[in-house]
């Protein structure tokens, strides 16, 4: 069983840049198919980001493309979230998620299909 940590939240300017890490435990890293989501006060957890077990393969919601980019590293056993032109709407705590699959190449987007979650860290964006 994985265990996942996020760091690298907090409160920013709308423009500025962030970095958010999500550190695995207990598991093989590799193995998984990673996911970056985020839940605004009184809305649902919403996808933000997926990226394959082999990085070559991400997914972003469109509200982040050109913005955000997550990236990889099985070495460290971490997925990183490098989010920039913050706004105030990206105000939310975010979460990290993995899934275990035999495909190397393949991103998932949907809450369900995750295995295990992070217990999420602030970003807020002040306007």
């Known amino acids: 069983q994985v265990k996942l940590a996020e760091s690298g939240g907090g409160l920013v300017q709308a423009g500025d840049s962030l970095r958010l890490s999500c550190s695995a435990s207990?598991?093989?890293?590799?193995?998984?198919?990673m996911g970056w989501f985020r839940q605004a006060p009184g809305k649902e957890r919403e996808f933000v980001a997926s990226?394959?077990?082999?990085?070559?393969?991400?997914y972003y919601v469109d509200s982040v493309k050109g913005r955000f980019t997550t990236y990889r590293d099985n070495a460290k056993n971490t997925v990183y979230l490098q989010m920039n032109s913050l706004k105030p709407q990206d105000t939310a705590v975010y979460y990290c998620?993995?899934?275990?699959?035999?495909?190397?190449?393949?991103?998932?987007?949907?809450?369900?299909?995750?295995?295990?979650w992070g217990q999420g860290t602030q970003v807020t964006v002040s306007s």
């Open positions: 990226i394959s077990r082999r990085d070559s393969s991400t």
């Open positions: 998620a993995a899934k275990a699959t035999i495909y190397y190449y393949m991103s998932f987007h949907r809450r369900d299909e995750y295995d295990y």
């Open positions: 207990g598991g093989t890293f590799s193995s998984y198919a």
